[in-house]
């Protein structure tokens, strides 16, 4: 299993970004997947996951309104878009399997061992 982060850059605050997190040897669509990141001296900060049962989607408090994540089968691939980025976005983004609950909803907070690198995402005030 891989998964491979792309389009993290220096962008301005109020600005806009799309993050594209690739899979290979799975189906992204029969897996739960979720965007966190990481800022300098913190922990990691679950962003969103979608959940393969019906493609429910949940986001962190922190985002919520300003980042949508979707996924694509045909691309095999599960995109983060994100608008109204301020300095306290920065940090290093990846996407990950998220653990799911019984029913097969995911935790945001919580991923799996599978993971990518990340891409770097910094935002200047």
């Known amino acids: 299993l891989q998964l491979v982060e792309s389009g993290g850059r220096l962008v301005e605050t109020g600005g806009s970004l799309r993050l594209s997190c690739a899979a290979s040897?799975?189906?992204?669509?029969?897996?739960?997947i979720g965007w966190f990141r990481q800022a300098p001296g913190k922990d990691p900060e679950g962003v969103s996951c979608?959940?393969?049962?019906?493609?429910?989607?949940r986001y962190a408090g922190s985002v919520r309104g300003r980042f949508t994540i979707s996924r694509d089968s045909a691309k095999n691939s599960v995109y983060l878009q994100m608008n109204s980025l301020s300095p306290e976005d920065t940090g290093i983004y990846y996407c990950?399997?998220?653990?799911?609950?019984?029913?097969?909803?995911?935790?945001?907070?919580?991923?799996?061992?599978?993971r990518g690198q990340g891409t770097q995402v910094t935002v200047s005030s």
């Open positions: 990950a399997i998220s653990r799911v609950d019984d029913d097969g909803y995911c935790y945001v907070k919580e991923h799996t061992h599978n």
């Open positions: 040897g799975f189906d992204v669509e029969n897996y739960a």
């Open positions: 979608i959940s393969r049962p019906d493609d429910s989607i």
